[in-house]
């Protein structure tokens, strides 16, 4: 059986345009999330719960191709960010101000026992500090706008600013949920300056 990539399967949302805004219908997925507060360049929390993260998508991989026979790509790290004054986003860029949920998306047809035994699987084998705080959700955006920042994750707040100073209002939308971003390069392995990352903002129509 073939390997699911779900960045190909659902190349309208891992692929947007890098040069003009564009509006998509995100449907409902579910995701392995972790929830946590500050810098995610300093803060011990966003290490911890990355690496939770993908040990239990990993395990959860495995486990699933061991079980039911479909393999699949594990997709890229995402990130839904907030903060009380969202300038510190676009103007200060004060990243200690910075709550954020960290996720994995997971194939729909991974059911919460195979979650359950794996998250289990990972406490026997690792000291995961995070682990403990680890769910599988749901979650549903619907309508957003998104682009393809190319660069470094600092040089995002021009591009966040003309989304939501220029584009929505332009386009008679506003903000419904969290800006979300999905990390297509390992910044372990690619330099600032190539770094791909997906921009994304859930609306709605002005009434």
């Known amino acids: 059986m073939s390997k699911v990539d779900f960045k190909k399967e659902f190349k309208h949302l891992y692929q947007p345009s890098a040069k003009v805004f564009e509006l998509v219908e995100v449907p409902p997925m579910n995701f392995l999330m972790i929830d946590g ?14 690496e939770a993260l993908y040990a239990v998508a990993y395990k959860v991989k495995f486990a699933n191709k061991k079980e039911t026979g479909r393999d699949y790509v594990v997709p890229p790290l995402e990130g839904l960010w907030w903060a009380e004054d ?3 986003f676009t103007v200060s860029q004060d990243k200690s101000a910075w709550d954020w949920t960290m996720m994995i998306m997971t194939p729909d047809w991974v059911t919460r026992p195979m979650f359950t035994k794996a998250v289990e699987a990972v406490q026997k084998s690792k000291d ?13 955006e619907g309508l957003s ?24 209002p332009q386009n008679g939308l506003q903000e419904n949920g969290k800006h979300h971003e999905i990390y297509l390069s390992d910044p372990r392995k690619v330099s600032p300056e190539k770094l791909k990352t997906v921009l994304r903002q859930p609306v709605k129509r002005e009434p």
């Open 37 to 50: 507060k500050g810098d995610p360049n300093t803060a011990q929390s966003y290490t911890d719960a990355v």
């Open 86 to 88: 969202m300038d510190t």
């Open 128 to 140: 995961l500090p995070a682990l403990e705080k680890i769910r599988l959700e749901p979650y549903h």
């Open 145 to 168: 706008v998104q682009i393809l920042h190319i660069g470094s994750y600092d040089d995002e707040g021009p591009t966040i600013s003309r989304l939501h100073h220029e584009y929505m």
